[in-house]
């Protein structure tokens, strides 16, 4: 009798049980389908040798190592999704992410540090605003004729901009100043930002030197106007929705969970690296001009070269520490098998080759996280940069992983 009751108790879940997958056809429904996932990211090839044309968008202010929208695009197309989450870019840039994310009918959110950056990503991503044209006319024709504009306090001025480029540039903003309407006010800076490389003194984006050019007061306002022609008709181009793509101006390494306030299925990024490109210098007086502190932004910037350079100089343990910093904030939002997606280069700190990739991979087990493929990309040759010894760097890292 007492073997019955035992047999009974037993089984007493069989029929409740009955058509229930076994843990090991679980097993094996989930590893297909981890299969079929590499395989897909297998297929793509992350050169982009034959790459499509960016769009118009993308091309609307200038920024250094851009993200190319391929990476973030593929590897929308290649991984699961996962039903009323997010897709994150912790250190979206120029929101390259942030764009394929809304192609693609998804919510995102990113964060950076650098105001310019955060401008573009938020005027890419917000709905093209109306009456820009007739706008920008009344605030260049309100710039020309203001005899008395406020004088800017920024280092070394005139040594970059001309006397009657400043008059010009300093008289745009005070008319900005007035517009009240978010979306136009961002837009008209941003028009604004796109052109100070061309009307200063600097040679070039990336050559950090100064010449004569041929540029007066008239131009500036003549540039302007087409900057933001160019910049409505980027945004005019746009043939896709606009899912919501909130941007967080901040310190990714000191916010919490409640800055994303969402779950996140996706985190795809290109994060800054030690000793590579110099963020906060290629916007130096684009953040002066329009009000910010590219000083502040250079202390906290990932990487920044001048961090390298300095008597009590950082190392590749910092990078180390700021990535642990990184992983903590995506452990946080990502749900449970979500992928977080990384495309990074290498370091050369003092003659020293750091794999960064391998620094993420580590940092990333020890959150318990997988890789699901790893693959080595060639960088475009036409990627320019203020650091020469980063140029000789050729390839990159895209690194998947998914949460366990």
Request: aromatic residues 8%; contains cysteine.
């Amino acid at each position: 009798m007492k073997q019955g009751l035992q047999h009974e108790l037993l089984h007493a879940d069989d029929d409740l049980m009955a058509g229930w997958p076994s843990l090991k056809e679980l097993e094996t429904e989930q590893k297909p389908q981890a299969h079929r996932t590499a395989e897909r990211l297998a297929t793509v090839d992350w050169s982009f040798v034959n790459r499509e044309k960016a769009h118009p968008v993308e091309s609307i202010h200038p920024y250094p190592a851009k993200f190319i929208g391929d990476i973030p695009r593929a590897l929308l197309d290649s991984l699961p999704k996962t039903p009323d989450t997010v897709v994150f870019d912790p250190f979206c840039g120029s929101g390259t992410t942030l764009v394929e994310a809304q192609r693609k009918g998804m919510a995102s959110i990113g964060i950076d540090l650098n105001p310019i950056a955060c401008l573009i990503s938020r005027v890419k991503t917000a709905p093209t605003p109306v009456g820009l044209s007739n706008v920008s006319l009344r605030i260049a024709n309100a710039a020309r004729a203001n005899r008395n504009p406020a004088r800017w306090a920024i280092p070394n001025v005139d040594h970059w901009f001309k006397e009657e480029v400043q008059e010009a540039v300093a008289s745009l903003i005070d008319s900005i100043k007035y517009i009240t309407q978010g979306t136009i006010y961002d837009t008209l800076r941003l028009a604004l930002s796109s052109i100070l490389v061309r009307i200063s003194n600097q040679e070039s984006d990336t050559r950090y030197a100064a010449i004569s050019k041929p540029i007066g007061k008239n131009d500036v306002f003549d540039q302007f106007l087409l900057a933001c022609q160019k910049l409505e008709r980027a945004l005019m181009a746009r043939d896709w929705g606009l899912p919501e793509a909130r941007v967080v101006e901040a310190d990714t390494l000191k916010v919490g969970e409640d800055s994303v306030g969402r779950q996140v299925g996706l985190v795809i990024t290109s994060p800054p690296y030690p000793n590579a490109y110099e963020y906060w210098l290629y916007h130096k007086y684009r953040m002066w001009w329009l009000g910010f502190d590219p000083l502040a932004v250079k202390e906290q910037e990932i990487g920044a070269r001048a961090h390298f350079f300095k008597r009590e100089h950082h190392t590749e343990a910092h990078f180390w520490d700021q990535m642990r910093q990184t992983f903590e904030l995506i452990d946080r939002v990502l749900v449970p098998s979500g992928f977080a997606c990384f495309v990074i280069g290498r370091s050369k700190i003092h003659g020293h080759i750091i794999d960064n990739a391998d620094i993420l991979q580590t940092v990333a087990g020890e959150r318990g996280m997988c890789v699901v493929s790893r693959f080595e990309r060639v960088i475009s040759a036409g990627r320019k940069s203020f650091n020469l010894s980063h140029a000789n760097i050729k390839t990159e890292t895209v690194l998947v992983l998914q949460k366990d």
